[in-house]
């Protein structure tokens, strides 16, 4: 089944639905309230610095130190790299500092030293006055039973929960007197329970500075309005003034990794400036579900690096159907200082207009540049491009000062970007939109596997797939699915699969094309069968009509969806200066809507624009500054002059690069990216040249690049790996360690996959050696790539990978490559 991408002016089979943005109608400046996570961090690493620096994260929600729910996501820990890269403030929940779920009752003077020992822990933090204290989790059900239907059971439990909530804020009030409290975090929101809870609180002095529950249920979605506005009733009605709210769990499965389904929640929650963070149902350290491995983003992703991207204020908008569970929603933005507007919306397929009233002649004149992009569905481990363009356009503001963006053909699963800037003169580049069709692994033609159903409304915590369904049990010998696909002219295409792989190594498929001869097809391993990814291939093929068919190989995958895209070329990206993040106080001019359409940054001595570009893979890109003058561009450490329209071969890695750009005096539309990731000049170096040293040895596999890889390494001061490396010159370089580790602690939850990172010291010379965490990755025939910049001097280095408390991860090999690329002629 082939879906075309939305396109202006295409016919609609029905009446397009029609989202209303009020642009006169502020709700207040943007919060960004909604992009917090419960075990979001791993580690200090875990995710990547440059996964969550763009996110603005607000707040989010972990363990406290040592405590015994999780092997990792201990706050104070992971408060070094969040803080690092967030504004934000950290919730303890401190009942995990249990071992069990739910947490074993052993009585509130069990509770209380522990309570102590966190306290003290916390406020003698840096940054201390960040943390949140979360001293009772989900009392409704655990411990307390408070969500009972009996009243004389209910009014019982709830006056112990009230002694203990005051015993215990009293506790932590002696250790750390300035301490937040936050609570009373029910499971779901309990009208009985906060109308009791506020008036003792009030009362008796321990009204908590931050007002908590949780929202874990499709029909959140439908719901959450009215428990909004019922608690805030609930305060005037105390004579409490509003408290600070964080829904410090919201959404499922099905909705994390969706850039459709995170819209619908996030609008909400945005509107009404509310903290939130989505709950852990899987692995902690990705975000809940929107950083593959550590570094790449997926589609989830991108739709909150766009919600990090609205500045000014929120605006008033009327979705077709307001609270009402999967259905078209939105959020926007005007930011009068810069002159736009941002309209992020989603969660319904076919045809719909956006409609913008009041859209000020004063600020954007009479014609406007709109700019729209899809942020699509790419599984939870699946990467996913910089979001691609599909229109942009220069549209007449109509006599009643709104303007029309029409998207024709929306994806359900995707969420779309209009930004509206000031038209000026001249006329933008027309998006570059290529042929492309989907084809559902459900409606193929299927040999002994079978369709399953998986996360839906009424199944909200089965897991996201295309359509709602997957095929699995591809198991047999003649396991196999034919899709039938049909494309319009002879070519390359990019094909991408959406699959799960839990057979506990990479797996692989047959891919043929009308029966000819197969190529192997390899599947790295993911979480489960339905924690979904996405393989990258290519195949040619003539106009008309074909089968494709993906045969068992080796092991087992799951099936979702295949998309075919039309291949124009080396993939390419236009960041558009207008819509970075900034430093200091550039200008915005737009006098001339050429080329991206959305104008140009002004970048003055003391400003900056931090641009964040995606990579395939690691690997070398041609990047070129469509400038006004010399610009200078920062990445991994290094500070390299890109002249205007003069490309430059810069090392990136694979997912997100941050890259800053500054000027004395220059004016700037984009940065243009393009390539697949050369990895000419590149120096590498198997396993088989390292000198190994304590214990650290060879061991034979299959799965690694030279068929060995470095295991045993670390455990011992004396377990080294020392590489020695050539470099041509001096400088920075990228150090790429191809590595993989299966380290786990099954904690006995149901739900959570309780994997841990490993770390190694690296040491390059002479110098001092650096630890770096090295996420798991899923088997330990899985090789993954991490990049650290370091300095080399020209000639011999030594690179050295030790861990003298701890097993390092296993090494299958290095790369390294200059920052700066020698420039092929």
Request: charged share 20%.
């Amino acid at each position: 089944m082939a879906s075309a991408l939305p396109a202006a002016g295409s016919a609609a089979a029905a009446d397009p639905q029609r989202l209303t943005v009020d642009l006169a109608a502020s709700e207040g400046p943007v919060m960004l309230g909604a992009n917090g996570s419960l075990y979001g961090l791993s580690d200090d690493g875990v995710p990547s610095d440059a996964a969550m620096e763009p996110l603005k994260i607000t707040s989010i929600s972990q363990k406290p130190e040592g405590g015994a729910q999780h092997p990792n996501g201990d706050a104070l820990t992971v408060s070094k790299s969040f803080f690092r890269n967030s504004g934000g403030e950290i919730n303890v929940m401190m009942q995990d500092v249990y071992a069990k779920w739910p947490y074993e009752d052993l009585g509130i003077d069990d509770y209380l030293p522990r309570v102590d020992k966190i306290a003290k822990e916390v406020s003698a933090a840096p940054n201390s006055d960040r943390f949140v204290y979360i001293p009772f989790n989900e009392p409704d059900q655990i411990w307390y039973k408070l969500g009972v239907a009996d009243q004389a059971t209910y009014e019982k439990n709830r006056d112990r929960f009230f002694k203990d909530w005051k015993t215990v804020y009293h506790r932590i009030r002696a250790i750390d007197p300035d301490a937040r409290i936050a609570g009373p975090n029910e499971a779901a929101y309990h009208t009985r329970l906060l109308k009791d809870f506020l008036a003792f609180a009030k009362r008796e002095n321990v009204l908590p500075q931050v007002m908590t529950w949780h929202e874990l249920g499709s029909g959140s979605l439908r719901d959450f309005q009215a428990h909004y506005d019922n608690y805030r009733s609930l305060e005037r009605e105390a004579g409490i003034a509003p408290l600070k709210i964080n829904i410090d769990e919201y959404a499922n499965r099905r909705d994390l990794s969706v850039p459709g389904q995170l819209v619908q929640w996030v609008s909400m929650f945005e509107r009404n400036k509310v903290l939130a963070n989505m709950a852990y149902w899987d692995a902690a350290g990705n975000l809940s579900g929107h950083v593959v491995r550590s570094n790449i983003p997926n589609g989830g992703w991108w739709f909150f690096r766009w919600y990090a991207g609205l500045t000014g204020d929120t605006v008033k908008v009327a979705p077709p159907q307001p609270n009402t569970i999967d259905t078209l929603q939105g959020l926007a933005s005007l930011d009068t200082s810069r002159r736009q507007a941002q309209v992020l919306l989603g969660g319904s397929a076919g045809d719909s207009d956006v409609v913008v009233k009041n859209v000020s002649r004063s600020l954007f004149g009479r014609t406007v540049t709109a700019t729209v992009a899809e942020a699509g569905w790419s599984g939870y481990e699946g990467q996913h491009a910089a979001p691609r363009v599909l229109t942009r356009t220069k549209v007449k503001v109509a006599e009643d000062g709104s303007v029309t963006v029409p998207l024709r053909g929306m994806h359900k699963m995707s969420a779309y970007r209009i930004v509206l800037t000031p038209g000026g003169t001249g006329t933008p580049s027309p998006a570059s939109v290529p042929w492309t069709a989907s084809y559902e692994a459900e409606d193929a033609t299927i040999t002994d596997g079978r369709i399953y159903t998986q996360g839906t409304v009424s199944n909200a915590n089965g897991y996201a797939a295309s359509g709602t369904k997957d095929v699995g049990s591809l198991n047999a010998a003649t396991s196999k699915v034919d899709f039938t696909v049909s494309v319009p002219a002879d070519g390359t295409y990019d094909l991408a699969i959406l699959y799960g792989n839990q057979s506990g190594g990479p797996a692989t498929q047959q891919l043929s094309i009308d029966g000819r001869a197969p190529v192997a097809v390899t599947y790295p391993s993911t979480e489960n069968w339905t924690y979904r990814a996405k393989k990258d291939a290519t195949v040619r093929l003539s106009a008309g009509t074909h089968v494709l068919t993906l045969a068992k190989g080796e092991a087992e995958v799951t099936l979702d969806r295949i998309d075919l895209t039309a291949r124009t070329g080396a993939p390419s990206a236009s960041y558009e200066a207008t819509l970075a993040d900034i430093g200091g106080k550039p200008s915005y001019d737009y006098s001339s809507s050429a080329g991206t359409g959305t104008g140009a940054l002004g970048l003055r001595s003391g400003d900056k624009a931090v641009f964040d570009v995606y990579a395939p893979r690691d690997g070398y890109f041609t990047v070129v500054s469509r400038a006004s003058a010399a610009v200078r561009l920062s990445l991994h450490g290094e500070t390299v002059t890109a002249a205007p329209g003069r490309p430059l071969r810069l090392y990136l890695v694979a997912g997100n690069n941050r890259v800053t750009m500054t000027s004395d005096h220059a004016s700037v539309r984009s940065l243009d990216v393009t390539g697949e990731g050369s990895t000419t000049g590149v120096l590498s170096y198997e396993s088989t040249s390292a000198t190994l040293t304590g214990g650290a040895e060879l061991i034979e596999s299959r799965h690694a690049s030279a068929g060995s890889y470095i295991g045993r390494l670390g455990n011992s001061p004396s377990s080294t790996a020392e590489f020695t490396v050539d470099a041509p010159r001096s400088g920075r370089y990228v150090l790429v360690v191809q590595y993989a580790h299966n380290d786990r602690r099954d904690n006995g939850h149901a739900y959570n996959t309780d994997i841990m990172s490993r770390t190694a010291d690296i040491t390059v010379g002479s110098g001092s050696p650096r630890r770096v965490t090295f996420k798991n990755t899923w088997s330990a025939d899985d090789y993954w790539t991490l990049g650290v910049p370091v300095e080399l001097k020209k000639g011999s280095n030594k690179v050295t990978f030790g861990n003298a408390t701890a097993w390092a991860p296993d090494i299958d090999r290095i790369e390294l490559a200059r920052v700066l690329g020698q420039s092929r002629h």
